[in-house]
Nanobody, 121 residues
Framework: QVQLVESGGGWVQAGGSLRLSCAAS????????MGWYRQAPGKQRESVAR???????NYADSVKGRFTISRDNAKNTVYLQMNSLKPEDTAVYYC???????????????WGLGTQVTVSS
């Protein structure tokens, strides 16, 4: 009953910017840490950025200074502002969230279906 839906992906030239959004919906009792992962062709899925429920953030070294993760708890939404995009940022970006669906259940890990980001040189 929980769904994560990413949006904001697209095609942009190197140096451009994109803003990704991920909205969680459904039965959400508690929303924990959220993050963005990406997977490029032939590569393993990697963590890009994470943000805790108290808004503590961390980033992959490859995106530090260029990407900013944020969240709006009232909207159950996490964002990824991506600036100074590089061709190596090209990947499918996935939203991840730790969610409790009831007071008697622990946190479970949920994933969105992904959104394509393509950066051309």
């Amino acid at each position: 009953q929980v769904q994560l839906v990413e949006s904001g992906g697209g095609w942009v030239q190197a140096g451009g910017s994109l803003r990704l959004s991920c909205a969680a919906s459904g039965s959400i009792f508690s929303l924990g840490a959220m993050g963005w992962y990406r997977q490029a062709p032939g590569k393993q899925r990697e963590s890009v950025a994470r943000i805790t429920s108290s808004s503590t953030t961390n980033y992959a070294d490859s995106v530090k200074g260029r990407f900013t993760i944020s969240r709006d708890n009232a909207k159950n939404t996490v964002y990824l502002q991506m600036n100074s995009l590089k061709p190596e940022d090209t990947a499918v970006y996935y939203c991840n969230a730790d969610i409790r669906t009831s007071r008697w259940q622990g946190f479970n890990d949920y994933w969105g279906l992904g959104t394509q980001v393509t950066v051309s040189s």
